[in-house]
C-alpha cells in the first residue's frame, strides 16, 4: 500500500530565504507525482506535475524534482514571500484510479 | 473558463437531513473526481467518474453517500440522512486524463452537520 510523508508538518520561514519542502513515498512505481498549494479555505491549486520518466519540473521559483529510487520528491521554492504562505501538499499516481495525497506541509512565511 | 465550480460554497444541516452537493467541471475534462478533507484522515477520494461514469467508487463511506454524473458537465453527491460525523470540506476535481493529468479543484463545500 502507498504511503506519502511530508515531513516538516509545518515550517515558519523569514522572507527571502529559500526552502525545501519534503515528500517521500514508499511504493516507487508511480505514474506522476502532483505538487498542490491550499490557501486556507480554499480548493487546491496544482503547481508542478512531474511525470513518471522526469526528474524534475520548474515553474517560476519553484522547481520540484522526483527522485523513485529514493522514494523522494522535493519542492524547492527560491526567494520566499509572505505570499507563499499555504499548506504545500504531493500527491501520487500509482495506478488504479486513486493519487494519494499526502497531510501537506503548512508553510509560514515571515515578512 | 470559470474553472471548476461548486455550490453551495457553505452548508449548515441538522443531522437526517439530506444533502446535495453540486459541481461543474471545466468544460472539455472527462474526469470529474469528489474528495472529502477532514483534519483527521487528510483528502480522501470518495468517488471517480471517467465519460460520465462512475468508474470507482470505493471510498464512498456507506449507503448513505450516492453521487451521479447525467452529462458531461453537472454532477452532484448526496447524501441521505446526513450525520455530524459527515462534516467536512467536499471538494470537486476535473481533469483532461483522469490520473494522469492535473486535477483542477474546485473551492469546495464546506458541510456541517450539527
Known amino acids: 500500500k502507498q504511503e506519502v510523508t511530508q515531513i516538516p508538518a509545518a515550517l515558519s520561514v523569514p522572507e527571502g530565504e529559500n526552502l525545501v519542502l519534503n515528500c517521500s513515498f514508499t511504493?516507487?512505481?508511480?505514474?506522476?507525482l502532483q505538487w498542490f498549494r491550499q490557501d486556507p479555505g480554499k480548493g487546491l491549486t496544482s503547481l508542478l506535475l512531474i511525470q513518471s520518466s522526469q526528474r524534475e519540473q520548474t515553474s517560476g521559483r519553484l522547481n520540484a524534482s522526483l527522485d523513485k529510487s529514493s522514494g523522494r520528491s522535493t519542492l524547492y521554492i527560491a526567494a520566499s514571500q509572505p505570499g507563499d504562505s499555504a499548506t504545500y501538499l504531493c500527491a501520487l499516481y500509482t495506478g488504479g484510479f486513486k493519487t494519494i495525497f499526502g497531510a501537506g506541509t503548512r508553510l509560514f512565511v515571515k515578512a | 473558463d470559470a474553472g471548476v465550480i461548486q455550490s453551495p460554497r457553505h452548508e449548515v444541516t441538522e443531522m437526517g437531513q439530506e444533502v446535495t452537493l453540486r459541481c461543474k467541471p471545466i468544460s472539455g475534462h472527462n474526469s470529474l473526481f469528489w474528495y472529502r478533507q477532514t483534519m483527521m484522515r487528510g483528502l480522501e477520494l470518495l468517488i471517480y467518474?471517467?465519460?460520465?461514469?462512475?468508474?470507482?467508487d470505493s471510498g464512498m463511506p456507506e449507503d448513505r453517500f450516492s453521487a451521479k454524473m447525467p452529462n458531461a458537465s453537472f454532477s452532484t453527491l448526496k447524501i441521505q440522512p446526513s450525520e455530524p460525523r459527515d462534516s467536512a470540506v467536499y471538494f470537486c476535481?476535473?481533469?483532461?486524463?483522469?490520473?494522469?493529468?492535473?486535477?483542477?479543484f474546485g473551492p469546495g463545500t464546506r458541510l456541517l452537520v450539527l
Open positions: 476535481a476535473s481533469s483532461y486524463g483522469g490520473n494522469l493529468e492535473t486535477q483542477y
Open positions: 467518474f471517467n465519460n460520465n461514469v462512475p468508474i470507482d
Open positions: 511504493d516507487s512505481a508511480i505514474y506522476n
